[in-house]
């Protein structure tokens, strides 16, 4: 199995600019996850859908920050505009059942800069 | 609520030296406790992880932690450490009723020396 796929790996874009990042979960898997990772804050979970639909969004940050899954095999983050404060890395992960294992396997995360 | 505090931010140690990588947790409810190691560049990957029965829990790459109820501790062990053993660790809590929601602690770089 080729594991949780996120894309771009790198992203480096301007204040006020729209950025999507996107991950495929691996295949058949139920939930899906987006966290953050920073310095500050440490890895904060940000998102967590089951069969497509979110469940709970508390870890969105702000409005300027919004998750879809239209299908099974396809999540996108976006957040719109970017700050600076919004750099960090931003991790998928998917897993089959809730728990298995807890928080999902992981995928290589997307390193985000906003300048 | 839940929240974790990993006592040490930083524990460098010699190759085959064992470690010991703290973690306290403060929550109302019963938990389940999980470990992570992350690697340079890459996604977290579970350790190990207790959520019920023996309170010595054991893990990939002969890593172990135990379960104090008392103590509200979850420490991670492994009695001779190896260079590739280099990493970001971190505890992790959720609450029984919901473990796909995970409560991380700030982490600890465990750097090994040769």
């Known amino acids: 199995d080729a594991g949780v796929i996120q894309s771009p790996r790198h992203e480096v874009t301007e204040m006020g600019q729209e950025v999507t990042l996107r991950c495929k979960p691996i295949?058949?898997?139920?939930?899906l996850f987006w966290y953050r990772q920073t310095m500050m804050r440490g890895l904060e979970l940000l998102i967590y859908?089951?069969?497509?639909?979110?469940?709970?969004d508390s870890g969105m940050p702000e409005d300027r920050f919004s998750a879809k899954m239209p299908n099974a095999s396809f999540s996108t983050l976006k957040i719109q505009p970017s700050e600076p404060r919004d750099s960090a890395v931003y991790f998928c992960?998917?897993?089959?059942?809730?728990?298995?294992?807890?928080?999902?396997?992981f995928g290589p995360g997307t390193r985000l800069t906003v300048l | 609520a839940q929240s974790v505090t990993q006592l040490d931010s930083q524990v460098p140690v010699f190759e085959e030296a064992p470690v010991e990588l703290r973690c306290n947790y403060s929550?109302?409810?019963?938990?389940?406790l999980f470990w992570y190691v992350q690697y340079p560049n890459q996604g977290l990957q579970l350790l190990l992880k207790?959520?019920?029965?023996?309170?010595l829990v054991k893990g990939i790459n002969g890593f172990e932690a135990e379960f104090n109820k008392s103590q509200t501790s979850f420490h991670l062990r492994k009695p001779s450490v190896h260079i590739s053993d280099t990493a970001e660790y971190f505890c992790?809590?959720?609450?029984?009723?919901?473990?796909?929601?995970?409560?991380f602690g700030q982490g600890t770089t465990l750097q090994v020396k040769p």
């Open positions: 992960a998917s897993s089959l059942v809730a728990g298995d294992p807890p928080g999902g396997y």
């Open positions: 295949s058949g898997h139920d939930y």
């Open positions: 859908f089951n069969n497509n639909v979110p469940i709970d």
């Open positions: 929550s109302s409810v019963s938990v389940y």
């Open positions: 207790y959520l019920s029965g023996s309170t």
């Open positions: 992790a809590v959720s609450n029984t009723g919901n473990t796909g929601k995970l409560i």
